[in-house]
Structure formats: structure tokens, C-alpha cells
């Protein structure tokens, strides 16, 4: 078991926790800055056009994957310190002392 080893059981599982936790309310909270700025470029009653549209799905995709990153991110960190205060040794190469 190599050091990245816990880090990224710990960003998997911080992604199996945004699956289960975080995408609804990002996909929720990306839409509605997708309608915001759809409104402050397109004029306030939002007409349904394609550039509205593709506005609110832009700002849908930016929630999504920037909540995924730090639930990622957040979980490739406790990962880490759980392998530190745990004490997990690093995985020595064994052809380190081993002259060809």
C-alpha cells in the first residue's frame, strides 16, 4: 500500500458522497445562477431562447462540477490524514538497495 493509496479511497469516497448528498442541490443551486444570469444578459422576463437555455445548463454544469471537485478534494484530504494519524507506512522499493 503506497502513500496515495488512502487519498484516493478517501476522494472516491468523497465522490460517493456527492452522488448520494450533493448533486440534486448543485444541479438546483447551478440552475437558478444559470437563470440569474440569463436574466441580467437576456433581460428580466426570461423568454425560453437558446441562449437562455444554454446559459441555465452552463450554470448547472459549473455547480456539478465544482461541487464535485470539493467533495473530491474534501475527501482526498481526510483520506490523507486518516493515513498520517494512522501511521501507514509507505511501501519501500525493493530493488532501492539492490545493485544491477
Known sequence: MTRKTPTIIG???GLALFLALGLLPALLYGGYAGVMLAS????S???ATFLVRAL?????VLGVTGVGALFAAGGA???AAIAVLTGV????EAAKGAKA
Open 11 to 13: 476522494a472516491a469516497v
Open 56 to 60: 441555465i445548463v452552463v450554470g448547472m
Open 77 to 79: 484530504v481526510v483520506g
Open 40 to 43: 441580467a444578459v437576456a433581460g
Open 45 to 47: 422576463p426570461v423568454q
Open 89 to 92: 507506512p509507505a511501501k519501500k
